[in-house]
């Protein structure tokens, strides 16, 4: 079992917070970790997919109100969004009682915006935290490409083979299509849902275009929107917004899309290995959304990630903007002698960025020229995790 870089920084925050809610995609490792701090803890666990667990949650204040003492941890939380008032006034007797901080783990695989709706009563008193499958910084250097390919999610990650990790990710993403996105609101068959999951892969990386996409699935406008919405939430697709700045240039609004695991978007594209992967045209569009998703990580939740173009070609990857005001330009580039393009220098003379990086697949940091460093994927991650971990 590989150690989660997540369950430290969890039990500093159940420190410091009466509750707190570790969300992420089904199968990211959620469970896991709950069990190990349950298993520590001496603490309670019930899961709400669970008939008798729910049971249990009959006369929720009775039940929860004799367990003030040790940590409850709730698993698909989102299921009982009526439990977060019952919450609100255990927390608060609790904290009349002297006990002010690690009552609650709340788990949840739907989204940040959907748990901060339902639980607008348990505001003050709960930290949101978010749980990604496997990403760089847990894994050495030299099992990145591994991470690449069969993606994040530990079942698929660790399969003993490449077609066992197949065969996993594609009844991952049936039983999404099948059961959990019309469980959170979908009214289209799954086939729909799933041709859309599949277009979106196809265009990894593309800037969204609802008509086209709608047009394409003949559904209204309003639908792929929802759908594209509910598989955000579910953190299944990055929605990467363009940087906006008074440049006194026409700059691109709409934002790009990414299938946030490599590991699904290849099985979404039926690429079943390595090999057919770096033959198919889709290799660069996979890379550098495998880059992206591992930085954005990295740098954590204090950095906001845009991209930068220009109606005259100025184009960055990626843009890591922190409160304030530095501003990293990085580009991501499928080659051993990666060479930056114009563009990229127009756009950086645009922005005047503190660092311009370009993200490759080697092992070795070299310069670019005067500016611009040339640095592999596991120590640019490296770097963003001690900016955000001083």
């Known amino acids: 079992m590989l150690n989660r870089s997540t369950l430290a920084s969890l039990r500093e925050d159940l420190g410091q917070y009466p509750a707190v809610a570790l969300l992420g995609p089904r199968q990211a490792g959620k469970t896991t970790i709950a069990h190990q701090l349950a298993h520590a803890d001496r603490s309670v666990y019930l899961d709400m997919e669970s008939e008798l667990d729910r049971a249990k949650l009959a006369s929720p204040e009775l039940y929860l109100g004799e367990r003030l003492d040790r940590l409850v941890v709730i698993d698909e939380v989102h299921r009982v969004p009526g439990l977060f008032p019952v919450l609100r006034g255990l927390i608060d007797r609790a904290r009349r009682e002297?006990?002010?901080?690690?009552l609650y783990l709340l788990l949840g695989s739907a989204s940040l915006d959907l748990l901060q709706q339902a639980g607008e009563s348990l505001a003050g008193r709960?930290?949101?935290?978010?749980?990604?499958?496997?990403?760089?910084?847990?894994?050495?250097?030299?099992?990145?490409?591994?991470?690449?390919?069969?993606?994040?999610f530990p079942d698929s990650h660790l399969a003993s083979t490449t077609t066992a990790s197949l065969n996993w990710r594609q009844d991952f993403i049936r039983t999404y299509a099948e059961r959990d996105i019309p469980l959170l609101g979908g009214r289209v068959g799954a086939e729909s849902v799933r041709r859309l999951w599949g277009m979106l892969a196809h265009q990894q990386g593309g800037?969204?275009?609802?008509?086209?996409?709608?047009?394409?699935?003949?559904l209204d406008i309003r639908t792929i929107n929802r759908y594209i919405d509910l598989l955000?939430?579910?953190?299944?697709?990055?929605?990467?917004?363009?940087?906006h700045a008074n440049l006194g240039k026409r700059l691109t609004k709409s934002p790009k899309l990414y299938v946030r695991d490599s590991g699904l978007l290849h099985a979404l594209l039926?690429?079943?290995?390595?090999?057919?992967?770096?033959?198919?045209?889709?290799?660069?569009?996979?890379?550098?959304?495998?880059?992206?998703e591992n930085l954005i990580t990295a740098a954590g939740p204090n950095a906001s990630a845009h991209f930068y173009r220009t109606s005259a070609g100025a184009e960055i990857d990626l843009l890591l903007h922190w409160p304030h005001g530095e501003c990293w330009a990085i580009e991501v580039k499928r080659s051993l002698s990666p060479k930056v393009e114009r563009g990229f220098h127009i756009a950086c003379e645009d922005l005047k960025p503190s660092r311009q990086l370009v993200v490759y697949p080697g092992s070795d940091s070299f310069p670019l020229?005067?500016?611009t460093q040339a640095v592999p994927l596991g120590e640019l991650c490296r770097q963003l995790a001690s900016k955000a971990h001083p």
């Open 126 to 152: 709960i930290a949101y935290r978010e749980l990604t499958p496997f990403h760089a910084l847990e894994l050495a250097d030299s099992e990145l490409n591994r991470l690449w390919l069969h993606g994040g």
């Open 98 to 102: 002297d006990r002010r901080n690690g």
């Open 232 to 243: 955000v939430q579910m953190f299944l697709l990055r929605r990467l917004q363009p940087w």
């Open 369 to 371: 020229g005067l500016a």
């Open 270 to 292: 039926g690429l079943s290995d390595e090999e057919t992967l770096l033959g198919h045209p889709a290799v660069g569009a996979s890379w550098e959304g495998f880059v992206l």
């Open 207 to 218: 800037l969204f275009n609802a008509s086209v996409l709608a047009r394409s699935l003949a």
